[in-house]
């Protein structure tokens, strides 16, 4: 499966944002990507008081967008994150997954919410303006089932067991982490998923933009289920393409029988 993670920036406006990543599928249309990810909040600036402004309805004007580009390109598009409004006002931020028909085939909404207060670091409440999700989110493909989080997600391990107990062998984590808590877990805890879980991991950051009001760290990364960092982007707008081998997954969890020989009786 081949996969092309977009590190993009965050632009001024919807519209340009939008723009934006058709020009970008446009400039690797020759690649033949089987999949393209991008990452959290792609189009929407990572502030609690955008999130209302940007929000839009499931099949919204963004949603069709995204939905044509898997189209005309004939890719599975992880659409990064947005935020999505519903019937009764509450917002959320929501992973779209659309198809090589342009078909919505999976839709995650993130389900811990990133609330922290790090003294002389990084501080941030989605909870003033987002709600949680409350499910886990694997769907299928001819390659075999992919899940996916969102990153704040990835902390909690029991979230990516529950997608790896439902089946998924590749797992998807459109993200934003920031330059306090960048440097000091984003490669350790996407490693550690991996070798915990014993399969590949796609984090997709958007790109740093030092005058935005959250820095986003970059660094988008392709983890084999063996743990190995496969390719690791900078700070910077960037293309990253992996091959994976989905049956390197089958080979290890054969191998090193981790999941097999799990205990559901220690007391
Ligand atoms: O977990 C972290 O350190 C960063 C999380 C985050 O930025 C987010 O959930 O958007």
Not at 84 to 101: C, I, L, S
Not at 102 to 116: E, T
Not at 158 to 169: C, D, H, I, P, Y
Not at 222 to 243: F, N
């Amino acid at each position: 499966m081949r996969v092309i993670q977009l590190q993009m920036q965050v632009k001024e406006t919807k519209d340009e944002g939008l723009k934006a990543l058709e020009a970008s599928l446009e400039k690797i249309r020759d690649k033949q990507p089987d999949l393209v990810c991008i990452g959290e909040m792609f189009h929407c600036p990572y502030e609690t008081s955008s999130f209302p402004v940007y929000a839009e309805k499931e099949g919204g004007e963004s949603w069709q967008f995204l939905s044509n580009l898997a189209k005309k390109y004939g890719i599975y598009l992880s659409a990064g994150t947005m935020p999505e409004v519903d019937d009764n006002g509450k917002v959320y931020n929501t992973a779209y997954v659309f198809d090589r028909e342009g078909r919505q085939i999976a839709k995650h909404r993130k389900a811990y919410l990133f609330d922290v207060d790090i003294k002389g670091g990084q501080y941030f409440k989605e909870s003033d303006t987002l709600t949680a999700g409350d499910s886990c989110t694997v769907f299928d493909t001819e390659f075999g089932k992919i899940g996916i989080c969102i990153c704040f997600d990835l902390r909690f391990p029991e979230l990516s067991r529950m997608m790896v107990q439902r089946g998924a062998k590749v797992i998807l984590v459109p993200a934003a982490f920031n330059r306090t808590t960048g440097p000091a877990h984003w490669e350790l805890l996407f490693r550690a998923r991996a070798v915990d879980n014993q399969c590949f991991y796609l984090g997709t950051s958007t790109a740093r933009n030092e005058q935005a009001d959250y820095v986003a760290w970059g660094h988008s990364l392709c983890v084999s289920p063996w743990g190995e960092i496969l390719g690791e982007l900078g700070a910077e707008e960037g293309i990253l393409e992996s091959d994976l081998d989905l049956e390197q997954v089958e080979r290890i969890r054969s191998e090193l029988p981790l999941l097999a020989a799990l205990r559901t009786d220690i007391r």
